[in-house]
């Protein structure tokens, strides 16, 4: 990815509100032959002029175990990402994991037992599970196609599953694309004793058979995120959507993204979402390294800033790192 840093490296910008301090509640970290991001790559991140004390890891499907039945390998992940966690405490000038988001099958019979598994792996820092709802009618057109059955979040053994999450005072993650945003409305109110936690705005997709639908897709989107918000059990995270599947061509151009022509492009998404739940609902995020195939982390939140900019106090502290902390109990 050395080339990768290179071409992220041909926008630098002068770091706003350097002293902000910033919770990251979505990253990932894998170590794969092509693509290696670990604590170290997080830290070059983090520390890239932003004052980010805290991150959350979200799941992503790495160092799960080779053996044992398969519905207990996911917790290899949080085995993995706990040890890393350990690491970032040994240094308390750096930003340190603070929560892990696993995997587990919601629909499985033996759902406690995956989620007391978690529990003993993550060393105190598990906090919920994403099992994500996304799933893709265009693969093909795709960088990264989301998997899940069409009708998941409908099924009677999910909802008990996400149900029995809230029950046990844990949170549920997911991300979908903006064709699936009813039947995640459906859920939520199926399922209102459970907080939820959506993610990436409900990635609104912009390329394949969506490619030049954009405004008609915001406008329905604008709806179902209205709709959306009249759930007191889910909170939004803002951000993921410089992922090569929104469309906006970042990943292929000449230079990256700055933080106004990101703010330019995506802004009324935030400002909508905003307007929709309120700032004590919203949590800015990274989604790293996905989104960093298109713009650099300082960049990306130089624009969160400025997005923010006209808040009060009380909003960009929300958004910035008390949403996340009160969500994820940090």
Not at 178 to 193: E, K, N, S, T
Not at 200 to 214: D, I, K, N
Request: proline fraction near 5%.
């Amino acid at each position: 990815m050395a080339d990768h840093d290179q071409w992220l490296a041909l926008v630098r910008e002068d770091i706003i509100d350097p002293a902000q301090p910033i919770v990251d509640p979505h990253h990932h970290l894998w170590d794969r032959p092509s693509w290696r991001y670990t604590v170290d790559e997080l830290w070059g991140d983090t520390e890239d002029g932003h004052n980010v004390v805290a991150t959350v890891f979200l799941e992503c499907g790495w160092s799960y175990r080779e053996h044992g039945p398969e519905h207990f390998r996911c917790v290899g992940e949080t085995e993995y990402v706990a040890q890393a966690a350990a690491r970032t405490r040994e240094h308390p000038d750096r930003a340190r994991i603070a929560a892990i988001v696993a995997r587990a099958d919601l629909r499985h019979a033996e759902l406690d037992a995956v989620l007391d598994a978690h529990e003993e792996a993550g060393q105190g820092l598990f906090r919920g599970i994403r099992h994500a709802g996304a799933h893709a009618l265009h693969p093909e057109a795709l960088t990264i196609p989301g998997s899940a059955p069409v009708d998941l979040y409908a099924d009677e053994a999910f909802r008990r599953g996400v149900a029995r999450l809230g029950e046990r005072g844990y949170t549920y993650d997911t991300w979908h694309y903006h064709y699936q945003m009813q039947d995640f409305l459906a859920l939520a109110r199926a399922v209102p004793g459970t907080t939820m936690v959506l993610d990436h705005f409900g990635t609104p997709l912009g390329v394949g058979p969506y490619a030049g639908q954009r405004e008609s897709i915001y406008a329905q989107w604008c709806e179902d995120i209205a709709a959306i918000a009249e759930c007191p059990n889910v909170v939004a995270k803002l951000g993921g959507m410089a992922m090569p599947d929104n469309g906006f061509g970042w990943n292929g151009s000449e230079r990256p993204p700055t933080s106004d022509a990101f703010v330019a492009a995506q802004g009324r998404y935030y400002e909508h979402a905003l307007a929709c739940f309120g700032a004590e609902r919203c949590m800015f995020e990274s989604n790293f390294p996905v989104d960093r195939l298109s713009l650099s982390y300082h960049v990306l939140w130089n624009g969160l800033k400025k997005i923010a900019a006209g808040r009060t106090e009380s909003e960009k502290q929300a958004l910035f790192h008390g949403t996340a902390e009160r969500v994820y109990r940090l």
